[in-house]
């Protein structure tokens, strides 16, 4: 059926996103990498401070120390900044799939309930042992028999993809969860980094 051909599409659809955000996910983890990296240099820093202080005419090396710490914590903003932009393109594209996922769910508990309603008609309301004993011929009671498995066969597959389809909703759902709360907790960091730099320029 097209709805069998457009989940096979949609699986090859998932595969396609789900390479994009190992794509996604490398540079993430570059960011990351370059945050900590600007972290450290913040502490190295911040130690250099702290021995200069105790000297005396060290007001121009304690000025470009913290003039260094400003600049890097710029870059780790920067850097949070570019990681939340990428996470709302994830975001955003989970929730294209959902959107389309639901879609297809929709499409395939119809397409199954004029499935069955079909079935129904066809037998004028009879149970499945008088449908196949009121056959005139043995060979219209072969005939009959081969309708129901093939009916039964097709309801079952109509209802694995239904299931299938469930199964990837969830997991999409979930994935957008997660990514929220990654997002919750990017936006604490760079409230805390905003903070210091104010601090800094002060």
Do not use: C, H, P
Request: charge should be positive; glycine fraction near 4%; avoid cysteine.
């Amino acid at each position: 059926s097209m709805l069998g051909n457009k989940a096979i599409w949609l699986i090859l659809f998932l595969s396609f996103l789900s390479f994009g955000a190992l794509a996604q996910q490398k540079t993430k983890s570059q960011l990351q990498k370059e945050r900590q990296e600007n972290l450290n240099k913040i502490q190295e820093a911040s130690q250099t401070l702290e021995k200069t202080k105790s000297k005396k005419k060290s007001s121009v090396g304690q000025l470009n120390a913290i003039k260094y710490q400003i600049q890097v914590r710029q870059k780790v903003i920067r850097g949070i900044e570019d990681e939340m932009e990428l996470l709302n393109k994830e975001i955003s594209d989970n929730l294209d799939v959902i959107n389309s996922l639901e879609s297809d769910l929709t499409n395939l508990k119809e397409e199954y309930g004029a499935m069955v309603y079909s079935a129904y008609k066809a037998r004028s309301g009879q149970s499945k042992l008088t449908f196949l004993f009121s056959a005139k011929s043995f060979n219209q009671l072969l005939r009959r028999l081969e309708y129901l498995e093939q009916y039964a066969e097709a309801r079952r597959k109509q209802v694995n993809q239904i299931m299938a389809v469930q199964q990837v909703l969830i997991a999409e759902n979930e994935a957008v969860e997660l990514k929220k709360l990654e997002k919750t907790d990017l936006l604490g960091e760079q409230e805390a980094e905003n903070a210091n730099l104010v601090s800094m320029r002060k």
